[in-house]
């Protein structure tokens, strides 16, 4: 499916509400393994948004695997885990074959919808801006990529509206630079540049509501940013939540939409990272 952490988090604050998990520490278990470190990037990443302490992932094999895949063997601590005396105020099960691609609207990223129900509302946007410390990885960015190379094969070859990244760190900036050979040799900005996206700076900006592509007074833009309250993303301007595919989807379709929208099936040897 579409569902990536984003949607997976989006899915969890929706639940939860403000308050669920106001002032607590938060253990996420990954029970099945198959959440790769982007992902539990986002979710743990977005624990504030539900006004946790903290979001924790114990470290696992994929841990050290994204790890080893870094050149990193040996990590500078060992292993940890929750004791057996842990106590828990909430113990909470979510199956993530119940989650769809969700989009949330003003002002909440709790405040959370299907996107496909979203899709039929055909609601239109000033810009699309995918980045963020939730969503700025190389493997977040090249979600979107492969959801752009896939839409350009069916004839959508432009955004409809400014379409701006933002790499989540210098380095993730430079590797986006580089050739990849999921995208038959093409980098990731050179398949983001192709359809009119301009790459900025590694930065926060107009997540809350700085430098240039900061929303003005009646604007409005779908992110894959983790905060979506009144003002934040520029005075007067309405900011929407969604995953990178989900973003990247509704830039070439004109309208907040999944891929689906776009004619595209999901197939994971095509679009998993």
């Not at 669920?20 to 977005?46: C, F, H, W």
């Amino acid at each position: 499916s579409w569902v990536s952490g984003k949607d997976i988090v989006l899915e969890l604050l929706r639940r939860w509400g403000a308050k669920q998990s106001q002032g607590m520490s938060v253990e996420l278990v990954d029970a099945n393994k198959q959440l790769p470190i982007a992902y539990r990037n986002t979710i743990a990443n977005m624990m504030a948004e539900a006004e946790a302490l903290n979001g924790i992932f114990a470290p696992d094999q994929i841990t050290e695997a994204w790890y080893r895949s870094k050149g990193i063997e040996m990590l500078p601590y060992p292993r940890f885990a929750p004791g057996e005396d842990a106590v828990y105020e909430i113990d909470e099960t979510l199956d993530l074959s119940d989650v769809m691609p969700m989009i949330a609207k003003p002002f909440s990223p709790g405040n959370a919808f299907p996107a496909g129900d979203v899709a039929r509302e055909h609601l239109t946007f000033d810009k699309a801006m995918i980045g963020s410390c939730t969503n700025g990885s190389y493997d977040d960015l090249l979600t979107a990529a492969l959801v752009i190379r896939a839409a350009r094969k069916r004839g959508a070859d432009r955004a409809a509206t400014p379409f701006v990244i933002f790499p989540g760190s210098g380095g993730v900036a430079r590797q986006i630079e580089r050739p990849d050979r999921r995208l038959d040799g093409a980098s990731v900005a050179g398949v983001f540049r192709s359809v009119g996206g301009e790459i900025r700076q590694s930065w926060c900006g107009p997540c809350f509501g700085q430098g240039p592509d900061a929303l003005q007074k009646g604007q409005r833009a779908i992110t894959s940013f983790n905060r979506n309250w009144q003002n934040r993303m520029g005075i007067g301007g309405e900011g929407f939540l969604a995953s990178p595919a989900v973003v990247a989807a509704s830039a070439l379709v004109g309208y907040m939409a999944p891929p689906d929208e776009l004619g595209l099936t999901w197939d994971p040897e095509e679009f998993g990272v």
